[in-house]
């Protein structure tokens, strides 16, 4: 189970002075749709050049043109890049192709998905790496959370990896990681602490924990 740490609100200088902060706690860092749009994928090779030590996910929500898009965030050293669930089949299995080619991995993400546990099994035949439920930000401004959904794919993927995003803090990480995902995305709930370090150690030892008592 690895921990992703999701940067969305912040510039290049400020995501490498956070990275540092928690770096010996986090497995991947994610430079987010608001960075890549703001910075360019300048941010995800600034940001892998930095830390050669961990994942980059370059979130790009990736919806068409995917092999390309998919080339040149490898080129800027994306180790993980996002596709849309609701992109095309022809789009997904482009940016697989792609990846593979490259040695890269494709996360989909499900958000805005409806009918999730039909979309998640057709997904999950297209060998993409991860499989995300993600509630977004507008929705968690409303009270919703992805916990329910983690456990509707979970029931169906067989190939893939899955991984939750959307409102993840250290209250609600027990309820995650009893679903089991294989990857957890957390933003606010490092990014908005006052001791983002000892947030991000706190949550690495209960995914530590959580996987000594299934083994």
């Known amino acids: 189970m690895e921990l992703q ?28 749709t608001p960075v890549v749009i703001n910075e360019g994928l300048h941010a995800v090779k600034a940001v892998k050049d930095a830390f050669p030590n961990l994942k980059v996910l370059a979130d790009l929500k990736i919806m068409d043109a995917a092999g390309y898009e998919v080339m040149k965030a490898s080129e ?27 040695g890269k991995k494709i996360l989909v993400d499900m958000i805005a998905v409806k009918n999730l546990s039909e979309r998640a099994k057709e997904v999950d035949t297209l ?16 009270g919703k959370n992805s916990f329910e959904d983690l456990q509707t ?26 679903v089991q995902p294989d990857l957890v995305i957390v933003g606010g709930g490092i990014t908005g602490q006052a001791d983002k370090k000892a947030a991000a150690a706190k949550m690495e030892q209960m995914i530590k924990d959580e996987m000594a008592v299934l083994h």
């Open 153 to 178: 794919i979970k029931s169906v993927v067989k190939n893939a990896k899955t991984a939750i995003a959307g409102g993840i803090k250290l209250e609600t990480l027990p309820a995650v990681l009893k």
């Open 76 to 102: 800027a050293g994306a180790d993980i890049i996002t596709i849309l669930g609701t992109a095309e089949d022809e789009s997904i299995k482009g940016a697989v192709a792609e990846a593979k080619k490259r």
């Open 127 to 142: 060998g993409v790496d991860y499989i995300c439920v993600h509630t977004g930000y507008d929705l968690q401004a409303v």
């Open 5 to 32: 740490l999701a940067l969305d609100l912040v510039n290049i200088p400020q995501a490498i002075e956070l990275i540092k902060e928690v770096e010996d706690h986090i497995d991947i860092v994610e430079i987010g």
